[in-house]
Nanobody, 123 residues
Framework: QVQLVESGGGLVQPGGSLRLSCAAS????????MGWYRQAPGKDRELVAR???????NYAGSVKGRFTISRDNSKNTVHLQMDSLKPEDTAVYYC?????????????????WGQGTQVTVSA
């Protein structure tokens, strides 16, 4: 069974910083792309940032230049450094990962989600 466990959310003032972390654990062959999404009250879940297994990144326009995604392949972890936070960044942040498993001789790639961590930006 694969699990994604997030940490690092909380309350921060506008202009402040937070660092989110997510670790994949369980029985699997490897982790492909990892990413962070967020969902604010009354809104759809949206992509914040993604990073491939080789380190290629892409960001939502609203966070580009303020957020940085990184990963440690040896630990199957992904991080999101969030700087210059704004009230509109307030949301539940979810970690995602495309995880490869093998059943018999067949490779399966499955999208997994973390449980979510609350980020609140408020004075």
């Amino acid at each position: 069974q694969v699990q994604l466990v997030e940490s690092g959310g909380g309350l921060v003032q506008p202009g402040g910083s937070l660092r989110l972390s997510c670790a994949a654990s369980g029985s699997f062959l490897r982790v492909e792309s990892m990413g962070w999404y967020r969902q604010a009250p009354g809104k759809d879940r949206e992509l914040v940032a993604r990073i491939s297994s080789t380190g290629s990144t892409n960001y939502a326009g609203s966070v580009k230049g303020r957020f940085t995604i990184s990963r440690d392949n040896s630990k199957n972890t992904v991080h999101l450094q969030m700087d210059s936070l704004k009230p509109e960044d307030t949301a539940v942040y979810y970690c995602s990962a495309d995880i490869v498993t093998v059943v018999g001789a067949i490779y399966h790639t499955t999208l997994h989600w973390g449980q979510g961590t609350q980020v609140t930006v408020s004075a």
